[in-house]
């Protein structure tokens, strides 16, 4: 389902690539859609998950279901009483956040403009898509994960919709995508109330701030907003930078970041999204053992995924560019600079893949501090490391000083997964055993032989940019395929099976 609901946001950005390229508008959109998704995954998503999927395993585990029944009462009123004041008071202030996050747009200029009035459409998002994290956090911690995991999709057809159809019935066409945006975060919340109500969970939303359970999950959300906040404030202040570069930037740090998105959302975050209600319950059954085999096979699932797909993204940067964006608005000019900040975001792929691995462990101990403090740590880095790297370039008068950004992130990623690790090894949770290091082998072994088959069959870039879409497509397809078998044959004559990764 996931995998689903990726390709049909390759499609969404192609659209939006083809449709709107990638000039100040496209930025104001992105600025206008990045700040309530900014604070979705903040309290929503990150903390709130995190903090709310231990705490009710354990009460389906040790509770009454008519206990579990009034937490998911108390919890559902608090949080949408919270994300709704949150969103109200967004729109008001919706000029301040605009300055806030893109202070390199000019005061009363086109995109400054344009982008305060698409965040007062947009803001109200946070409301409806808090309460589908909830929602999803109570299915997934029932292992319903496929209707938490096909929820996106209807976001992407929305927003494919406001594209196609609904741009040409506004003067800025891409006010279209914002009241996509709030129609979708609606659809969302209205396609997951029917699974809730089969598990007798649908329950009348009550405030519940003193209720004990409700305390627990936010005394646990507290440390966890800092943790959850390390990657988004990253991402927030590479917004910050990019709006002080030249037009387009912002849209080809997105354009870029979405295909690293990809296998992450696909892979990484599915996989840690099954981790967390399973290391949860055996943390409350004290089942030791369970607990650290289902770490070992989230490590060893990450390693063998994460490897050939960083590679794949860092050597086919161009093609894979041009020939999913690189139509209609978006240029060759654009596809080159997208193309470098692919690259730079590739190295990134598996720190915060194994980031996702890691983090539930931690999580699932109800332990929220540990990762915040690493988190901490390696968000002071990313600001090192963006000064450092942007200001080199433009000092050096490079114009992809935007990659610098991609850059920083791509450092401060695998050094928070190395450290979480670290701790993890320390506390005597979970440490690489012979399992784990004979993947690390087979898959560096594969992986090496892929980009081998991949540089011997990938033309010059200036090839792929004269190439119609249709050759593109067959090119690009034919050295997927064959990095794929070539992946897979030396994997397998390096001794692994499928049956040795099953959980």
């Known amino acids: ?107 009363g200029g086109e995109r400054a403009v344009t982008a305060t009035a698409l965040l007062r459409i947009t803001f109200p998002y946070l409301f409806f898509i808090s309460l589908v994290a909830y929602c999803g956090s109570v299915l997934n911690t029932f292992q319903k994960f496929a209707v938490p995991a096909f929820t996106p999709v209807l976001l992407n057809i929305c927003l494919i919709t406001a594209a196609l159809w609904g741009a040409q019935f506004f003067e800025i066409p891409v006010t279209a995508l914002a009241w996509g945006v709030f129609a979708a975060g609606l659809s969302q919340l209205l396609f997951q109330l029917p699974s809730m109500y089969r598990l007798g969970l649908l329950q009348f939303p009550k405030w519940g701030w003193k209720d004990s359970g409700v305390q627990k999950i936010l005394k646990l959300m507290l440390p966890a907003i800092l943790g959850s906040s390390v990657s988004q404030i990253n991402l927030l202040l590479d917004t910050i930078i990019a709006s002080f570069l030249i037009a387009g930037s912002l849209s080809w740090l997105y354009f870029a970041d979405r ?30 053992h369970d607990f650290d085999k289902t770490m070992s096979w989230g490590v060893r699932l990450a390693v063998l995924l994460a490897l050939p797909a960083a590679v794949g993204l860092l050597l086919l940067a161009i093609p894979l560019i041009s020939t999913l964006f690189g139509y209609g608005e978006f240029t060759a000019s654009d596809t080159r600079m997208s193309a470098w900040a692919l690259r730079a975001y590739a190295l990134a792929l598996p720190g915060m893949m194994l980031v996702k691995i890691f983090a539930p462990g931690f999580f699932a101990r109800q332990n929220t501090r540990t990762p915040v403090r690493i988190g901490i740590i390696a968000m002071i880095s990313n600001m090192g490391y963006n000064i450092v790297f942007v200001g080199a370039m433009m000092l050096a008068s490079l114009p992809v000083a935007h990659t610098g950004l991609a850059l920083a992130t791509a450092v401060s990623a695998n050094q928070n997964a190395l450290m979480l690790y670290r701790q993890l090894k320390k506390d005597a949770i979970y440490r690489l055993n012979t399992k784990e290091l004979s993947t690390i082998k087979r898959a560096a072994l594969a992986t090496t032989a892929m980009a081998v088959v991949i540089w011997l069959l990938n033309p010059a870039a200036d090839s792929w940019l004269a190439m119609q879409a249709i050759e593109r497509v067959t090119r690009l397809g034919g050295i997927i395929a064959a990095s794929i078998v070539t992946y897979a044959a030396v994997l397998f004559l390096a001794g692994f099976r499928p049956g040795d990764y099953s959980v």
């Open 259 to 288: 295909l690293v998105e990809f296998p992450l959302g696909v892979f990484g975050v599915a996989i840690g999204t099954v981790m967390l209600p399973r290391l949860s319950s055996s943390y409350a059954g004290k089942k030791i």
């Open 1 to 107: 389902m996931t995998f689903l609901s990726r390709i049909l946001g390759f499609i969404r950005d192609q659209v939006f690539a083809i449709v709107f390229g990638a000039g100040a508008l496209t930025d104001a959109f992105l600025v206008a859609f990045k700040i309530p998704n900014f604070l979705r995954r903040l309290f929503a998503e990150g903390a709130f998950a995190q903090s709310f999927v231990p705490v009710f395993s354990e009460y389906r585990e040790t509770r009454s279901p008519d206990a579990l029944r009034a937490l998911a009462s108390q919890v559902s009123g608090t949080l949408g009483w919270i994300v709704l004041i949150l969103s109200i008071l967004g729109s008001i202030f919706a000029e301040a956040l605009i300055t806030l996050f893109a202070p390199g747009f000019e005061n």
